[in-house]
């Protein structure tokens, strides 16, 4: 037993609390916002825009108005605009309190790789690499192995990096991890998997 | 050095163009169909994306006008891939933000700035690293651009520009960025029809203005199901 996808988000919305700013990546990091409940979360999307809404109606898309993953989407009361630039300096200045986002690797002291495999396609860092140097704290929502069964919490990261040491926590279909001094830290584990289930599908050192 | 050239096209070529827009939205359609007609080559085109295969700067790649691509992601787009792995097309990854503040510093007069973006990563390898407050930050270069390509959804006969929702995105740092800075529009108006407070980017930064229609085309339409809502 471990958790889906979207138990996986719900997990990830427990992290938000009212007031944030917050930046979701693509995949299961966007199911995130179904996830928020009664708290006042407002979501940055990074083509320059704060105060992200849900998917158009039918026959209402924008094409002016879409988020980074190209999506169509909608306004809301609170919603502001602004040019990259600006948008990338709220980022960096640390002015978004939280990004949660998918990862290909995670290691044991925070290091992040979600953005090359060497030898394969290569479609680029886009602003992920920003994000995770910016903003106050980094949540890695991702499966805990590979498809080939490898785990994807390391030692150290084989993948290049988009960010170093970056990490704060880890959410996976086995449970949430922190990266603390020496290594990883287990906060929870998810419906029916045990501490050892754990630590065997991760390759960090886990104290 | 050379000051002979064959052709007007020939005469263009090798340009630094900083393009507006953010995947297909924003961006200069009618600048781009004008640079594939005019047949300009080897240019350097900074622009945070690379189109799509026929659409966007995909037109300039599908005529081979483009030498390299200063972006942070590509990856919609096919016979970009196909020219990279093949080596015809340079490619400098560069993260968002660091693009888009690339440009607002060359706009600026700022040649050079300090970043944590990328720290420890390839992005970092051979630029100077400088320690503030004891944390590692690399060097990034301006961008100061030949040309700049942008689009705008209102502008005045003076070239102050209103931008529409997402479609702002990486156009005013790529206008500020241009040398010369044409900016294409969906209306002009008479000056004084646009709330002064609420222009995005002065006139000062828009050399050219010109009019047209746009397809607006949508890269990812996804939309809800109103029973849903």
């Known amino acids: 037993m471990a958790w889906d996808r979207n138990q996986m988000a719900a997990r990830a919305a427990q992290e938000l609390e009212d007031g944030m700013y917050v930046n979701l990546g693509i995949g299961i990091p966007t ?177 | 050095m050379k000051k002979v050239y064959g052709s007007a096209a020939e005469a263009l070529d090798g340009l630094l163009i900083a393009a507006g827009g953010f995947g297909l939205c924003g961006i200069p359609e009618l600048l781009i169909d004008a640079i594939v007609d005019s047949g300009v080559k080897d240019l350097t085109v900074a622009s945070n994306n690379a189109g799509v295969d026929g659409f966007g700067l995909g037109k300039l790649l599908d005529t081979r006008q483009i030498k390299k691509m200063m972006s942070s992601y590509v990856g919609e787009n096919a016979e970009f891939m196909r020219q990279y792995l093949s080596g015809e097309l340079e490619l400098e990854f560069n993260p968002q933000g660091t693009l888009a503040e690339r440009m607002r510093a060359g706009g600026a007069g700022i040649p050079g700035f300090y970043t944590k973006t990328g720290v420890g990563t390839q992005i970092a390898e051979g630029k100077e690293v400088k320690q503030f407050g004891g944390e590692d930050y690399i060097l990034e270069e301006g961008i100061f651009a030949d040309l700049a390509i942008v ?58 203005l010109i009019q047209g229609s746009h397809e607006k085309r949508i890269e990812q339409r996804t939309v809800r199901k109103r029973e849903e809502a």
């Open chain 1, 31 to 207: 199911l995130v916002a179904n996830y928020v409940g009664d708290k006042d979360i407002t979501l940055q999307s990074e083509n320059g825009m704060l105060g992200m809404g849900p998917f158009p109606f039918e026959g209402e898309e924008d094409p002016d108005l879409i988020n980074a993953g190209k999506q169509t989407i909608t306004e809301l009361a609170r919603t502001s605009y602004f040019d990259s630039a600006m948008s990338f300096g709220m980022i960096r200045g640390g002015k978004i309190a939280a990004a949660i986002l998918g990862a290909m690797e995670v290691a044991e002291n925070g290091d992040l790789a979600n953005w090359m495999i060497p030898g394969k396609l290569v479609k680029g860092m886009g602003g992920a690499m920003d994000l995770v140097a910016g903003v106050g704290r980094v949540i890695v929502v991702m499966d805990h192995t590979n498809k080939h069964g490898e785990s994807k919490v390391l030692k150290a990261c084989t993948l290049p990096l988009t960010g170093k040491g970056v990490v704060d926590r880890i959410i996976t279909n086995l449970g949430v991890l922190d990266v603390v001094e020496g290594g990883l830290r287990i906060v929870e584990c998810a419906e029916g998997v045990t501490e050892d289930d754990l630590r065997a599908a991760t390759q960090a050192t886990i104290v």
């Open chain 2, 151 to 208: 689009k705008a959804w209102k502008a005045d006969t003076t070239g102050n520009c209103i931008f529409r929702k997402t479609a702002r995105n990486f156009n005013p740092p790529a206008a500020m960025c241009g040398k010369v800075c044409v900016m294409e529009v969906e209306e002009i108006v008479e000056p004084g029809t646009l709330d002064p407070d609420h222009i995005h980017l002065p006139g000062i930064y828009v050399h050219r």
